[in-house]
C-alpha cells in the first residue's frame, strides 16, 4: 500500500499510460509488494503480456468502500456508489453500519456485527480484484482491527482513510475508541487520510484548527502518524470565501483552493470526495492529481445541485449525476419522439435571418406560432458562443410552447443547451456516438439519401429520418435530388418516422404527403418559411395545406 508516494513523487510514473486511462491493475503489474514504481524501461524487461491476453478480458477499475449507510442516501454507502459510478469505476460495499438518518439529523445506528463485517469483506476480497479500499463509518475498534487483519490479508493497491467521527448534524458515528485503533492499525498503512476540521483536531489529541496554518500544521503531524498522504479539509473552516483543503505529500504542502459555493446541499461531501480520490486511483493516477480532480468534481456538483431541494432539514445532499436540477423535468412531458412532431417541420437558416433582419429567436417564435411541430436549429455560419446563447434562447421559446428543439450536426451545442437532440448528416457525427454522447433520451435524427441508409439509420438506434433533397434546393449545396422516387424507396423500406425535405414549400407539399407513404410523417422546410417576409403566415398556410393532405390520403 505504499503505491502513491512514490508515484507523486516519482519521474518514472508512465503518464502516457495514465493518460491513456490504464486502471491501476494494470500499474500493479509495475509495482513491486513495496509499491515502488519501475522504470518504463524495467516494465518492458519484465516483458508485457501479449496482446491476445490483454484482449481477452478488460479489467474494471474497482473501488470496495467499507462505510455506513445512510438512509437519506446523501452520505455514506450510497455517497460512495453515486461518486464512484459518476467518475466510472465499479464500486463494492462492505456496510459496517445501518444509520436511519435524514437532512435533520442521524435518528438511530444499527451496528453491523464485527462477524458479518468480516463475512463481506472475505467475501468481496476473495473473488475480485479490488484495487483501492476507501473507508468510511467505522463504528467500533473492532470493525476497525477486523478490516486491518483482512487488508493484511489481501493486497490491494491503495488504501484511502475518510476518519468519519461526526455527521455534519453533530451526531456522534464513531467514538473515541475507535479514533484509538485508527490512529494505531490504519494510518499507518494509509495512503491518504481525509479528515474534516473537526475529525484533525480529535486525532491530533483536541489540537484547536482555526485557521489554514493550523491545517499546514496538522497535515504534518498526521502525516508523522503514517500515512502517506494527508488531506485536512476545510469545508468547514470559519469566515472563508474559498473552500480551502491542505494536501501534504511529506515534502510539500498545497493548498488546494475551490470558491464556495453558496448551497445547503453539502450533505456527504466528505464520502464523495474520499471515494473520488480512490477512484482516480484505481484508474491508476497519481495521489495530487487524484486529490484535485475529486475536489473540482464535488464542487462542480455542489454548484449545479444549487436549485434541488431533498428534504426538511438544513443539510441538503447533492446530486452527483448533474441530472436532477433539469428544467426540462417541469417542462417536457414527452420524452421522446412523437412521429406526428414531424408533420411541420422548420428548420432555420442564419443566412435567412440576415437578410430579413430576424433574430433566430424571432424567426422560431414566428414559425411556432404559425403552426411548426419541431424545430431545427442550422446555423451553419454562427460563431459558437453566440449559436450557444441563441440555442439557449430558442430552447426557452421552445420549451415554453412544448415544441422540440433539435440542433443541427453540433452535439456539444445540444448538449450545452439541453436541447430536445440532434439531426446529424451522413459525414456528421455517427448515430451511434451521438446516442453514446446524448444519453438514451434525447432524439437524434439522421438524413438518408437511400434504403441501405435507412436501415443502417435504425440500426445504429436514431429516432427519425430525413430524406431527400426531393426537389432541387438553394439551400442545400451539391445536394444530390432523389426524387420522390428516391423518398418512396426510403419510406418502404424504413422502419423509422420519415420527413421528406428539400426544395418543398406551399406550391408542391401537396404533391409529396399525397403519395400516403408508408412513415412518410411531414415535410421539412427551409425557405419556404424563412425566406418569405412573414414566417407565421407561411407556415399557416403550409399547415393548412398538410392537413388537407392528410385527410384526403385517409
Ligand atoms: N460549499 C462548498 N463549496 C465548495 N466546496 C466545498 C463546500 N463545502 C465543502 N466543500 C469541499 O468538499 C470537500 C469535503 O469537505 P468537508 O469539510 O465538507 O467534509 P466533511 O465534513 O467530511 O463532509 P461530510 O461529513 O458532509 O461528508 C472538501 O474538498 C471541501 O473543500
Ligand atoms: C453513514 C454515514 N457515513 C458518513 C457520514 C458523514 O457525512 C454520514 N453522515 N453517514
Ligand atoms: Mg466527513
Redesign the pocket.
Known sequence: MAFSATLSSSVSFNLDEWLRGASASSLRSSCSRSGRIRSSGAMKAGGAPAASERAVKAKVPHVLTV????SGAG??IQADLKACAARGVYCSTVITAV?A?NTVGVQGVDNVSEEFVAEQLESVLSDMQVDVVKT??LPSAGIVRILSSSLNKFQVQALVVDP?MV??SGDV?AGPSVLAVCREVLLPIADIVTPNLKEASALLGGMQLETIADMHSAAKLLHQMGSRHVLVKGGDLPGSCDAVDVFFDGERLHDLRAPRVKTRNTH?T??TLASCIAAELAKGSPMLPAVQVAKRFVENALDYSKEISIGKGPQGPFDHFLMLNRKVHNFRKKMILDPSDLFLYAVTDSGMNGKWGRSIEDAVKAAIEGGATIIQLREKDAGTRNFLEAAKSCMEVCRSRGIPLLINDRIDIALACDADGVHVGQSDMPVRTARALLGPEKIIGVSCKTPEQAQQAYMDGADYIGSGGIYPTNTKENNLTIGLEGLKAVCLSSKLPVVAIGGIGISNAHSVMELGLPNLKGVAVVSALFDRECISTEARKLYEVLSRTASEVK
Open positions: 462505510a455506513g449507510s445512510d452520505a455514506g444509520t438518518q468510511g463509518m468519519v455527521s455534519t458515528l456527504g466528505g464520502c
